[in-house]
RNA sequence: GGUGACGUGACCGAGUGGCUAGGUAGAGGUCUGCAAAACCUCCUACGGCGGUUCGAAUCCGCCCGUCACCUCCA
């Protein structure tokens, strides 16, 4: 079997097949660092996570590109100028950067908590504006933007006619044309209402500004990731993706600008776009205020939510539905998840304890097991059907506790069918899907448990007990001070 | 208005021309000092109406319902 991954752009599912294979390119839209993160933010790195992880256990060599867009869009076309990132500073009185770092920070940290690696490549916008400016200058040199008062638009009508715009989300010029509206601000500099800005001039209030040869401003919304992309994959990266509301107009936009300057390709071969999550069937989304902050859930109720959830709950929750279809959060889907995750943590330390007991070669229950094993990577090759594996590995589980339960089954299993299974099982779930054993019990607690025995086996002089105790806690590092207020412990200073 | 999804058993969610994913919940059982876990069995669904087919949840048509994008949004 071979991964095939869904393509936005041709529609179909393709196998997949590297540019310059043995390197694979990926690239995924990051997150605008204005405020704090949202369950819904999570899908597409937990997503690329998994897609990343799994690429490189098919032996690629992955560069892993997640942006930060620190050069706040603005919040809409109507108001004044100021971005998000100003109009958050603004408000908490602190320089624009200090938000980005302050939220980026906390991006990090959640994204780890979730299990998702570090991207190999972490460019942020505002330090790229020399590629971005550069990239304007091509387009303008190739014809296809027009600069108005020191700022510059892509002129969409010119390059509809030349590459035809809109094959991504498959939609039309005469189509957008219709449902455009006319009220917003600055749309008389664009001779067309299509038309997308490049760059755009800094009004005097506006404080995230950096010179260019229009005039001292800040690029357009789209343009980063075009550049970032070229500067880090090249002309054509193997995957890029985000969000499916990310399709129009932003990776729309992003392959127009490639198509128009000298990178003169889509910008990246495959387009993946993961579905939304929703509440009660709506989108999660900022402006909604349906949202659940991952910092929030991560710790106790939070929006609809009644109770916390772990962040390994959450992500095996994300990976349970296909990362295509939308998925409904709620308390009791996510508590499923919960027990479903543990099931699975449960299973992983099982297998410690699963030794063979057979000698043989081929014996008769290893074609079962052999079958589950191999069943186990059909879901993922199936453009990343992290549903479809998880419901293998579940039944690669019941297989396991059967095995150890069973000693007459486990004889019939060969030491290699049970050894691969094993192998296979382990490297699947902490691996590929990333999920980790969280520990639930607290030390604290346990120690307070142990020192109560210790305490009960001093008053009855069981001596022997006392000092199994007292061995057992200096191999964890910790000592048992008798003092005269009572049983107390430290750190062991040896 | 344009574009695109989706409607699966109590819940969440895969699948998609024949071989009834999986998780959670529920019922019964094995095991068991209690309990848990585990295992076995049961509950067998695909919005509605037509059509194609030997056979459709799966393909086609119509209808109903829900959602997303077209404006910042993951």
């Not at 390059?159 to 509206?181: K, P, V, W």
């Amino acid at each position: 079997m071979s991964l095939s991954l869904y393509n936005t752009l041709t529609r179909k599912k393709e196998e997949f097949q590297p540019v310059h294979a043995p390197q694979v390119g990926v690239y995924l839209c990051g997150p605008t660092v204005y405020s704090e993160a949202h369950l819904g933010n999570a899908r597409g790195p937990v997503v690329f996570d998994v897609l990343t992880r799994y690429l490189r256990h098919l032996g690629y060599q992955v560069r892993y590109v997640r942006n930060i867009t620190d050069v706040g869009h603005l919040e809409s076309d109507a108001d004044t100028g100021e971005d998000k990132m100003e109009k958050a500073a603004r408000a908490a009185r602190i320089e624009p950067m200090q938000v980005a770092q302050h939220f980026a920070n906390r991006y990090r940290q959640h994204m780890l908590a979730l299990g998702c690696l570090p991207p190999d490549i972490e460019p942020q916008a505002s330090g790229h504006i020399t590629e971005q400016i550069g990239m304007i200058a091509e387009i303008i040199a190739n014809g296809f933007a027009y600069e108005v008062n020191g700022s510059v638009y892509f002129d969409v009508p010119k390059y509809d006619e030349a590459h035809r715009y809109g094959r991504l989300s498959n939609r039309g010029i005469e189509d957008q044309l219709g449902g455009t509206r006319d009220t917003l601000a600055g749309q008389d500099e664009k001779r067309s209402p299509l038309d997308f800005a490049l760059w755009k001039k800094a009004a005097p209030e506006h404080i995230m500004r950096w010179p260019s040869p229009w005039s001292e401003g800040f690029p357009g919304w789209h343009l980063e990731c075009s550049a970032m992309s070229r500067k880090y994959l090249g002309t054509l990266s193997d995957i890029h993706g985000g969000g499916l509301d990310l399709m129009f107009p932003h990776h729309e936009c992003e392959i127009a600008q490639c198509q128009a300057s000298n990178t003169g390709t889509d910008e990246s071969r495959v387009w993946m776009h993961n579905n939304m999550i929703t509440v009660n069937g709506t989108k999660m989304s900022k402006s909604l205020g349906n949202f659940v902050l991952l910092g929030d859930m991560f710790k106790g109720p939070a929006g609809p939510l009644v109770q916390g959830y772990s962040p390994m709950v959450v992500r095996f929750f994300l990976m349970q539905a296909h990362y295509r279809s939308p998925v409904d959060v709620s308390d009791d889907a996510l508590q499923a998840a919960r027990k479903g995750y543990r099931k699975l943590m449960n299973g992983l330390r099982l297998l410690d304890k699963l030794a063979p007991t057979s000698e043989g070669a081929d014996l008769p229950g290893d074609a079962d097991l052999r079958k589950l094993t191999a069943d186990l990577y059909t879901g993922l090759d199936d453009d990343l059907n992290t549903a479809r594996s998880i419901a293998s590995l579940f039944n690669l589980l019941r297989k396991f506790n059967t095995l150890a339960t069973t000693p007459a089954a486990l004889a019939d299993v060969s030491a290699a069918a049970l050894g691969e299974a094993v192998a296979a099982y382990r490297t699947l779930v902490a691996d590929i899907l990333g999920l980790q054993d969280e520990p639930r019990a607290n030390a604290e607690q346990l120690l307070a448990l142990t020192l109560s025995f210790y305490s009960e086996a001093k008053a009855e002089k069981a001596y022997d007990k006392v000092d199994v105790i007292r061995a057992a806690l200096k191999g964890q590092g910790i000592v048992i001070k008798d003092t005269k207020a009572g049983v107390e412990w430290a750190y062991s200073e040896e």
